[in-house]
């Protein structure tokens, strides 16, 4: 998201049109009262990679747009009920519909589903592609070489939650393991770089899919459901108390190319906000057509 003295001489041309998309915005919202602006737009977000790199990308784009903006980290249950609340404004960290599903049927009535910002997110229980089973049936019959452990993430996380439900459903005879993503892929890397054994929770997009040669495990059951979607979310009322803030996050969305650079910029030494200014630096037309000066 930083490093921009690095990229300068070759984004130019960027750099001024990402400065005409903030002027414009400004100009834009110059006769419409304070009242849009004047407030700190609060974005809340899960500490998962994608929802990083998404986040900071948002707030970058919406300073530019002329907004102050404060990101806040929360687990996922905090985060539905801080929509919920009002203590937060939006997030672009709903994995729906399995995921977040239980989130999603105890706070949606109480939500505002804005857009989807990313298609075709997937999730399940990942192995270094040498280990020699291809389903979660496999993994009684080879347990010990596993530990008899399942790598996870936060407790709260929807895909933890899935993995109880996999537990539960094929009959494992193996300990979920919490922690955070980051000790997952800690855990990860460790065993990759012994060849070692090792069963991870994963979703894809993420960046340890271009880093080391992985696989997802059959889930025959369907304990992981089909493939989820990344919703924005927002608070009810925004679209009337800010509705220019409400048209940008409609008009936001992106693939997996574009989070997955972000991401890999994250993990290869950047600062999310390096990374996250990295990414608007090169990408000023879809910067320009969220925020509405196409």
Known sequence: MLGLALFAAGCAEKGDEAAGAAEGAEAAHAGTGPSEFDEKVKIGYVLWDGEIASTNVMQQVLEEAGYEVEIIAVDAGPLYQGLADGQFDFTTSAWLPYTHKNYWETYGEQLDSVQTNLEGCKIGLVVPSYVAIDSIEELNSEKEKFDGKIIGIDPGAGIMQASETAISGYDLDMELVSGSGAAMTATLKKAVDSEEWVVVTLWSPHWSFNRWDLKYLDDPKGAYGDADHVETLARLGLEEEKPELYGILTRFQWTHDDIQAVMM??????????????????NPEKVNEWIGEE
Do not use: L, R, Y
């Not at 390096?274 to 630096?281: F, H, I, P, R």
């Open 265 to 282: 910029d994250i993990e290869n030494g950047m600062t999310p906000e390096e990374a996250a200014s990295k990414w608007v630096e090169n």
